[in-house]
């Protein structure tokens, strides 16, 4: 399809600047900046609105990342000390023995004559003015030594889930800022991960903290950058950034593959970029969301396909929807909620709904794990699955034969 500037050495496959790794943060980057500097912003000015904020949005949205770069630019700044936790660790003893082995702070402590031996860190003072006795009263006495130095402490915690470890963390955080100790946390997680946590009233920490959710990417940052990147004319780029639907996996995947054809032929042909995009969205993403739905939750999506392939059209009424599954305006009401808080469909035009990640549909249709379809739907599906299998001539003659049949019908 596309042949600007041919199989040329810059299109090596060893220097690819698109990437599928996760928790990492790529070369080719489209930042979030409004969101990004409402974080940022939030956390450096002299009195923070929030001391605790979550990020969400559904797999492969660019979570991770986006928390691995606010934690880079704030710690970029010299008052700013920065602490990644594991969530499946002991929150508190983990931060306090990841900021005595911090060089610079284990300095500050040693001649603070700070007696962490409690912890297994250090050697017990008999002369002291600072003796924990557990992990947050440790915590409690290293955070004032910052604040007398003028330091301040950022948290991050990538993929957050509600555990007894994390209520002691909330209430331990709560202890703090009530202490105007300088710590604060920016935390990752799906939104019903992140809902649980927060119904949870008494950790008032975290029940306080802000919830961001991640939209799209900038479509048109992401066009110029398969612009200039893939040396792609605008119209190209332009289509290559609609196919994203804006999801950051698709808009490093397409990447990933158109500049890897180019490397071989120099050319970008749609019909195999579609093919390999569907491989790696659905083993990287789709076949973890599929398997955290509920039956319920698949049903609505399966009957969302099954509508729209009757209907040609990507947008499908609500109303229909509700009554292909069978289910109460209360009952669907909840689960449609569900679904769009997951990020997987698109509710924002009234009384319709559509799916928001790009191809997600195919990846219904090409599940062979349907066993909560109907049998009608199920045999929908197969004749769409038939129809894509067959070889383009006989497409052809089955679409003449349809349209000949339409205006027999008409007569």
């Given at each position: 399809m596309y042949s600007k500037g041919g199989p040329m050495e810059k299109f090596q496959k060893n220097k690819n600047p698109y990437t599928l790794q996760f928790s990492y943060i790529?070369?080719?980057?489209?930042?979030?900046?409004?969101?990004?500097?409402?974080?940022?912003?939030?956390?450096?000015?002299?009195?923070?609105?929030?001391?605790?904020?979550?990020?969400?949005?559904?797999?492969?949205?660019?979570?991770?990342?986006?928390?691995?770069?606010?934690?880079?630019?704030?710690?970029?700044?010299k008052e700013w000390i920065t602490i990644d936790l594991n969530p499946e660790s002991n929150l508190l003893d983990s931060l306090a023995h990841m900021l005595y082995q911090n060089k610079q702070l284990k300095t500050l402590f040693i001649k603070a004559k700070v007696d962490l031996s409690a912890l297994g860190i250090g050697v017990?003072?008999?002369?002291?003015?600072?003796?924990?006795?557990?992990?947050?009263?440790?915590?409690?006495?290293?955070?004032?030594?910052?604040?007398?130095?003028?330091?301040?402490?950022?948290?991050?915690?990538?993929?957050?889930?509600?555990?007894?470890?994390?209520?002691?963390?909330?209430?331990?955080?709560?202890?703090?800022?009530?202490?105007?100790?300088?710590v604060f946390v920016l935390m990752t997680g799906l939104k019903e991960n992140i809902d649980n946590i927060k119904n949870k009233k008494s950790l008032t920490f975290l029940y306080r903290a802000k919830i961001y959710?991640?939209?799209?990417?900038?479509?048109?940052?992401?066009?110029?950058?398969?612009?200039?990147?893939?040396?792609?004319?605008?119209?190209?780029?332009?289509?290559?950034?609609?196919?994203?639907?804006?999801?950051?996996?698709?808009?490093?995947?397409?990447?990933?593959?158109?500049?890897?054809?180019?490397?071989?032929?120099?050319?970008?042909?749609?019909?195999?970029?579609d093919k390999e995009l569907d491989k790696i969205l659905f083993e990287l993403s789709y076949g973890k969301i599929w398997d955290e739905l509920s039956s319920k939750d698949r049903q609505i999506l399966i009957a969302m396909e099954v509508l729209s392939l009757k209907s040609g059209k990507d947008a499908i009424r609500v109303d229909d929807v509700r009554k292909k599954v069978n289910m109460t305006s209360d009952s669907f009401t909840t689960y449609r909620k569900r679904l769009i808080d997951s990020g997987i469909i698109d509710g924002k035009t009234y009384g319709y709904l559509k799916f928001n990640l790009p191809r997600f549909d195919r990846f219904i249709v090409c599940n062979e794990d349907l066993r909560d379809a109907t049998e009608q739907d199920r045999e929908s599906i197969q004749l769409l699955i038939d129809y894509e299998n067959?070889?383009?001539?006989?497409?052809?003659?089955?679409?003449?034969?349809?349209?000949k049949l339409k205006s027999v019908t008409k007569k």
């Open positions: 790529p070369p080719k980057y489209i930042e979030r900046i409004e969101i990004t500097n409402e974080i940022i912003g939030n956390f450096t000015r002299d009195v923070p609105t929030y001391r605790g904020m979550f990020i969400t949005g559904v797999r492969g949205s660019g979570k991770t990342v986006m928390l691995s770069d606010i934690r880079n630019k704030i710690g970029e700044r017990s003072l008999e002369k002291s003015d600072y003796i924990a006795s557990n992990e947050e009263d440790a915590l409690r006495m290293m955070l004032q030594i910052l604040k007398k130095h003028k330091k301040k402490l950022l948290v991050t915690i990538d993929e957050v889930t509600y555990s007894k470890d994390v209520a002691k963390f909330s209430h331990a955080l709560s202890s703090y800022a009530s202490q105007d100790l300088d959710i991640l939209e799209t990417l900038n479509f048109v940052a992401m066009g110029f950058d398969y612009e200039k990147t893939l040396k792609l004319d605008s119209e190209q780029a332009k289509i290559l950034s609609g196919k994203t639907k804006g999801y950051s996996l698709a808009f490093q995947a397409i990447g990933y593959i158109c500049w890897n054809e180019k490397s071989e032929s120099g050319e970008i042909s749609l019909e195999d970029l067959m070889p383009k001539d006989q497409k052809k003659r089955l679409l003449a034969y349809v349209e």
